[in-house]
């Protein structure tokens, strides 16, 4: 946790609410995409984000600093994503996945290389959100949040070996989603290359 994170936090919770709209302010596009990314639905995203900020007001005094912030933030973020789903009983499809050779990953990966860097980020992004929500929420910390297994471990309250699992198995839907939204060419390219 940031110094400057702790020093907003003590001035919270003596009663400084501009310090607040500080710390939401920080926040609030991470916590935001993260539920976006739990959620499939902008609408459903933005009521749990403001859930998120109210919870950590209304508990601010018991955050006893013992990791980051954001991993603080992150984890009620994801339980209060997790509870909307059960609230509201919605079953994500699941992507239909083979298993992927170690051949047809690398073909995935030199092709997106070959794409512009902004122009892979986005592609990269809408096809994390086609993915279950809680695969596209673990790649999103650990690939764009640059998060470790361990802060991420504390944030769902799983081991990081299990993490490092989930997101094998995640990459590997990814990769299934990219091989179909990517254009064929592209995709042939890069086979016709390794062979």
Same mark, same amino acid.
């Given at each position: 946790?940031?110094?400057?994170?702790?020093?907003?936090?003590?001035?919270?919770?003596?009663?400084?609410?501009?310090?607040?709209?500080?710390?939401?302010?920080?926040?609030?596009?991470?916590?935001?995409?993260?539920?976006?990314?739990?959620?499939?639905?902008?609408?459903?995203?933005?009521?749990?984000?403001?859930?998120?900020?109210?919870?950590?007001?209304?508990?601010?005094?018991?955050?006893?600093?013992?990791?980051?912030?954001?991993?603080?933030?992150?984890?009620?973020?994801?339980?209060?994503?997790?509870?909307?789903?059960?609230?509201?009983?919605?079953?994500?499809?699941?992507?239909?996945i083979n298993e992927f050779? %170690?051949?047809?990953?690398?073909?995935?990966?030199? %092709?997106?290389?070959?794409?512009?860097?902004?122009?892979?980020?986005?592609?990269?992004?809408?096809?994390?959100?086609?993915?279950?929500?809680?695969?596209?929420?673990?790649?999103?910390?650990?690939?764009?949040?640059?998060?470790?297994?361990?802060?991420?471990?504390?944030?769902?309250?799983?081991?990081?070996?299990?993490?490092?699992?989930?997101?094998?198995?995640?990459?590997?839907?990814?990769?299934?989603?990219?091989?179909?939204?990517?254009?064929?060419?592209?995709? %042939?390219?890069?086979?016709?290359?390794?062979?």
């Amino acid at each position: 946790m940031t110094t400057n994170d702790q020093i907003l936090i003590n001035q919270i919770v003596e009663g400084d609410t501009h310090a607040f709209a500080l710390l939401v302010d920080r926040y609030k596009d991470l916590v935001f995409t993260l539920a976006l990314r739990m959620l499939k639905n902008r609408e459903e995203a933005e009521e749990v984000a403001q859930d998120t900020f109210i919870k950590t007001y209304k508990s601010l005094e018991k955050f006893k600093g013992d990791s980051k912030f954001s991993t603080w933030i992150y984890r009620v973020a994801y339980n209060t994503s997790l509870d909307r789903i059960k609230k509201n009983k919605k079953h994500f499809n699941e992507v239909e996945i083979n298993e992927f050779t %170690a051949h047809q990953v690398i073909t995935i990966d030199n %092709a997106l290389d070959r794409l512009e860097t902004k122009e892979q980020e986005e592609v990269i992004q809408r096809c994390i959100a086609l993915l279950p929500s809680e695969e596209s929420f673990l790649l999103t910390l650990y690939y764009f949040d640059d998060l470790s297994l361990d802060d991420i471990s504390k944030i769902v309250g799983i081991t990081a070996n299990s993490i490092k699992v989930k997101l094998f198995r995640s990459r590997k839907k990814l990769a299934a989603i990219l091989k179909s939204q990517l254009e064929p060419e592209t995709i %042939a390219y890069y086979e016709r290359e390794r062979r």
